[in-house]
């Protein structure tokens, strides 16, 4: 029986089979979503850049999230997890951005809990965005926040293709 693929290695092979590339723009997961590309053998080949925009100036300097976007949604917001998902995959050139923002923790309020974390997926022009209320400490947070966006990669490219 086959083993299972983890997915930002089926995430890697798909991309490389299309020559497309992928960068992230990350605040809450640190790096963490690109950091498991990088693991990967061969991820030069797709990776372009990885942005940590781990703060509110970050967001609107490295991946051109609107103040306006900011001041309205706040950073932990859809809207904000969009543009940072479009604005990346413009500076980097890249088919591919994945983007997270939210709190990992500890700590929160009962608007903008703990774990809970918007995920973007840039793909070809289109953006999907999930909310996620993760649960656990700080770093299970984070781990799940990094697998779940890379999921989300693996899903869009496999339905791209699809009529």
């Given amino acids: 029986m086959r083993e299972e693929m983890r997915p930002e290695a089926e995430l890697v092979d798909l991309l490389r089979s299309r020559e497309w590339t992928v960068t992230t723009v990350e605040s809450c997961t640190g790096g963490g979503i690109s950091a498991r590309i990088v693991d990967i053998p061969g991820a ?3 990776l372009r850049m990885a942005f940590v925009t781990y703060c509110d100036e970050a967001k609107t300097a490295l991946a ?13 917001s859809a809207e904000t997890a969009e543009e940072m998902a479009r ?10 951005c994945l983007s997270a923002t939210g709190i990992a923790g500890p700590g929160g309020t009962k608007e903008f809990p703990a774990g809970l974390v918007y995920l973007g997926c840039f793909l070809k022009g289109e953006v999907c965005v999930e909310k996620h209320l ?25 339905a791209y293709d699809r009529p």
Avoid: C, H, W
Wanted: proline residues 2%; aromatic residues 4%.
């Fill in 44 to 46: 030069s080949d797709v």
């Fill in 64 to 76: 051109g999230v609107s103040p306006e976007t900011l001041r309205k949604y706040t950073a932990v």
């Fill in 87 to 96: 604005g990346g995959a413009a500076r980097a050139d890249a088919d591919l």
């Fill in 134 to 158: 993760f649960s656990g400490d700080r770093n299970e947070v984070r781990e799940q926040a990094a697998e779940r966006a890379i999921q989300m990669a693996v899903d869009a490219l496999k």
